[in-house]
T-cell receptor
Framework: GDSVTQMEGPVTLSEEACLTI???????????LFWYVQYPGEGLQLLLK?????DKGSNKGFEATYRKETTSFHLEKGSVQVSDSAVYFC?????????FGGGTRLMVKP | EPEVTQTPSHQVTQMGQEVILRCVPI?????FYWYRQILGQKVEFLVS????????KSEIFDDQFSVERPDGSNFTLKIRSTKLEDSAMYFC????????????FGPGTRLTVL
C-alpha cells in the first residue's frame, strides 16, 4: 500500500539556521503531497501542498518541491525561528484519506 | 477564522463501554474525516463521509466503529465496545472538496481506555 517515510527527530537547530526535513513516499499513480504542522496543544494545520510533479508548494518561508523521479517532497526553510518549533508531518493523498509519515519534531533554540 | 472543534478534549472510559466523540466541522464544508494517532505512532486515516454516507474507510474502521451526522452541525464517531488498544488521540477534519483540497483539523480528543 501507499506509505510516507520522513526523517526521525527531534531536529534541534539554532535560530536562523537552515532546515531540511526529508520526506519520501511510495504510491501508485499520482498522489497529491502535503506538509502539515502541529503546534503544541493544537490540531494539524496545512503548511503547504503540491498536486503534480515539479510543483513547488510554499508558505511562511517554507518550501517543498514534488520530485516524482526521486519520490520525494523535502521540506526546506532558509532561516528558522523559535516560533517554528513544532511537529511536521508529510502526507499524501490519492483520494480522500491522507496517509501520513511519522512526524518530525523541530526544536529551534534562541 | 472558522475552525473545527472537538469535544471532549479528554475521555476516559472502561473497556467494553461505548463512547461517542463529537466534532463540529467548518460550516460550509462538505467532506468530513476521522483520524487517530496511537501514542508514538503515525496519524492513521479511519473514515471519510460525504452526503450522509461513508465515502472511504480504512481497514482499521471495522464494525465496532460508526459515524453519523445527526444534525446540520455535528459529526460523531462512535466506538461500540472499547478495547485497550483504542486508546489514542482522535482527530476530526473537514474540507470543502475532496482530494487536493485542504483538510482542516480539530485539536483532537484523547481517548483513554482502562
Amino acid at each position: 500500500g501507499d506509505s510516507v517515510t520522513q526523517m526521525e527527530g527531534p531536529v534541534t537547530l539554532s535560530e536562523e539556521a537552515c532546515l531540511t526535513i526529508n520526506c519520501t513516499y511510495t504510491a501508485t499513480g499520482y498522489p497529491s503531497l502535503f506538509w502539515y504542522v502541529q503546534y503544541p496543544g493544537e490540531g494539524l494545520q496545512l503548511l503547504l501542498k503540491a498536486t503534480k510533479a515539479d510543483d513547488k508548494g510554499s508558505n511562511k518561508g517554507f518550501e517543498a518541491t514534488y520530485r516524482k523521479e526521486t519520490t520525494s517532497f523535502h521540506l526546506e526553510k532558509g532561516s528558522v525561528q523559535v516560533s517554528d518549533s513544532a511537529v511536521y508531518f508529510c502526507a499524501l493523498s490519492k483520494g480522500l484519506g491522507l496517509t501520513f509519515g511519522g512526524g518530525t519534531r523541530l526544536m529551534v533554540k534562541p | 477564522e472558522p475552525e473545527v472543534t472537538q469535544t471532549p478534549s479528554h475521555q476516559v472510559t472502561q473497556m467494553g463501554q461505548e463512547v461517542i466523540l463529537r466534532c463540529v466541522p467548518i460550516s460550509n464544508h462538505l467532506y468530513f474525516y476521522w483520524y487517530r494517532q496511537i501514542l508514538g505512532q503515525k496519524v492513521e486515516f479511519l473514515v471519510s463521509f460525504y452526503n450522509n454516507e461513508i465515502s472511504e474507510k480504512s481497514e482499521i474502521f471495522d464494525d465496532q466503529f460508526s459515524v453519523e451526522r445527526p444534525d446540520g452541525s455535528n459529526f460523531t464517531l462512535k466506538i461500540r465496545s472499547t478495547k485497550l488498544e483504542d486508546s489514542a488521540m482522535y482527530f476530526c477534519a473537514s474540507s470543502a472538496a475532496k482530494t487536493t483540497d485542504t483538510q482542516y483539523f480539530g485539536p483532537g480528543t484523547r481517548l483513554t481506555v482502562l
